[in-house]
């Protein structure tokens, strides 16, 4: 499929439909797709499956889409800046599968590579591999739905636990920069979760600072190919927001 620019955030997530699943990259409030998310919350789709290392904050990122209830499960390894998030999974409006980090980014990047599971000894002898990890809860704060154990095999002597692949119906992602093939170039610590989320998605959405001309960007400084990318829009410089701001009194050592 070749990559195709559109005018707009609106236009590029026209397709998205309630139900559908987003793998979407970033992490808390460092190179997520903004403007892409902004652009789902006005069309109202909802009942939506999300892999993503968290869900923003509040007022944020995929926290918009929480506030909205237009999220039904979350796939992630980070809860904690959402006071909405926390709220909602605990009284059962939403489901929550936790994993831990490493092995949320290696199953989005197996999902995007045509693996469809793997084995690694993150989570062996834990509820992560044993199951009975709370995915939803009922109204009363009990257990509704559970994790299910998961395969264990020995490989020279250890224990490894078997994680399946994530693909998405859609991914969305922020590139600093991007070519009208598809070539993306992330910004530090933007690089997060960025590129496995554009791998994991049958069809990758990628809004960028910057777009360019094929041929523009340097070869060696592509990130991410454009075999990966199916939708381009340039939305300009990104409100670079802070997380969590600390600064010391005035004065201080």
Not at 112 to 133: Q, S
Request: charged share 20%; aromatic share 6%; net charge negative.
């Amino acid at each position: 499929m070749a990559t195709r620019v559109f005018g707009s955030p609106a236009a590029a997530v026209a397709d998205i439909t309630s139900g559908a699943s987003l793998a979407v990259g970033g992490f808390g409030l460092c190179g997520i797709p903004d403007a892409l998310i902004q652009a789902l919350v006005d069309s109202g789709v909802d009942n939506l499956e999300v892999f993503s290392n968290n869900c923003g904050v509040d007022d944020h990122g995929l926290g918009l889409l929480l506030n909205e209830g237009r999220v039904r499960r979350v796939t992630a390894s980070y809860v904690g800046e959402n006071k909405e998030f926390a709220r909602q999974y605990l009284s059962g409006e939403l489901e929550v599968e936790l994993t831990p980090q490493g092995t949320l980014a290696e199953r989005m990047r197996a999902g995007g590579t045509g693996i469809p599971a793997f084995f690694t000894p993150a989570g062996v002898g834990t509820p992560v591999a044993d199951g009975g990890l709370p995915w939803r809860y009922d109204a009363e704060g009990k257990i509704a739905v559970a994790s299910p154990p998961k395969e264990i095999r020995v490989f020279e002597g250890k224990r490894f636990v078997m994680e399946r692949g994530i693909s998405a119906d859609f991914a969305l992602v922020h590139a600093i920069k991007g070519d009208t093939a598809g070539n993306l170039i992330f910004e530090k610590t933007a690089m997060n979760f960025n590129p496995l989320a554009a791998m994991a998605g049958k069809i990758t959405i990628a809004q960028v600072e910057e777009l360019v001309d094929a041929g523009e960007i340097d070869p060696g400084q592509i990130h991410l190919p454009g075999v990966f990318v199916q939708r381009l829009v340039e939305t300009g410089a990104q409100d670079k927001r802070i997380e969590k701001r600390t600064v010391r009194t005035a004065g201080a050592a």
